[in-house]
């Protein structure tokens, strides 16, 4: 079946980097974008990003700009989420989830299950 | 950026109640508008998208409506494993996304 499976559950100290992949099955990888988003303990959910699956294109949030990187590997139908220079309000579940339609009729069909990152000394 | 505001954010229902639940947009994104249903621990869910349509195995109880800077997501006959989080997402300013805050249906 179609599915996106994330890695797991990642402790850091504040400074730290993370990278968390997504590993797409079921359909064909590069026909569907890639967008991650985030939500805090106990808050709404977060854009952080887009990723082209075709041509690597991204775009990120003001807020995580310049300390994030997506990217992805089609050889393997992985996607991956690196943050760097952690801090403790980075602390959320993370989730990629596949871009289903046509700009700009974008919708998240496909989740994974999430990533829980917590960043704490 | 656009903003997106829903309300309440939370409410208290019961099962067999007709719920509506209200999204709007800080400027007019037609009917680019997407409703997800968040249940505790598990990811978001596709309920409906461009406004209006019924995401493939979403029960038919759940319907959508609006344009322009108002949206509505209605649950006709509200059911047990209806209650959960409810998050509109624009995506006329995609790739950059944006969610509401999130309504919260509870059992009264």
């Known amino acids: 079946q179609v599915q996106l499976v994330q890695s797991g559950t990642e402790v850091k100290k504040p400074g730290a980097s993370v990278k968390v992949s997504c590993k797409a099955s079921g359909y064909t990888f590069n026909k569907y974008d890639i967008y991650w988003v985030r939500q805090a303990p106990g808050q709404g959910l977060e854009w952080m990003g887009w990723i082209s699956v075709y041509n690597g294109n991204t775009k990120y949030a003001q807020k995580v700009q310049g300390r994030v990187t997506m990217t992805t590997d089609t050889s393997t139908s992985t996607a991956y989420m690196e943050l760097r220079s952690l801090r403790s309000d980075d602390t959320a579940v993370y989730y990629c989830?596949?871009?289903?339609?046509?700009?700009?009729?974008?919708?998240?069909?496909?989740w994974g299950q999430g990533t829980m990152v917590t960043v704490s000394s | 950026d656009i903003q997106m505001t829903q309300s309440p954010s939370s409410l208290s229902a019961s099962v067999g109640d007709r719920v509506t639940i209200t999204c709007r947009a800080s400027?007019?994104?037609?009917?680019?508008l997407n409703w997800y249903q968040q249940k505790p621990g598990k990811a978001p869910k596709l309920l409906i998208y461009g406004a209006s349509s019924l995401q493939s195995g979403v029960p038919s109880t759940f319907s959508g409506s609006g344009s322009g800077t108002d949206f509505t997501l209605t649950i006709s006959s509200l059911q047990p494993e209806d209650f959960a989080t409810y998050y509109c997402?624009?995506?006329?300013?995609?790739?950059?996304?944006?969610f509401g805050g999130g309504t919260k249906v509870e059992i009264k």
């Open positions: 400027q007019s994104i037609s009917t680019y």
């Open positions: 989830a596949r871009d289903w339609g046509s700009p700009p009729d974008d919708a998240l069909d496909i």
């Open positions: 997402q624009q995506s006329y300013s995609t790739p950059l996304l944006t």
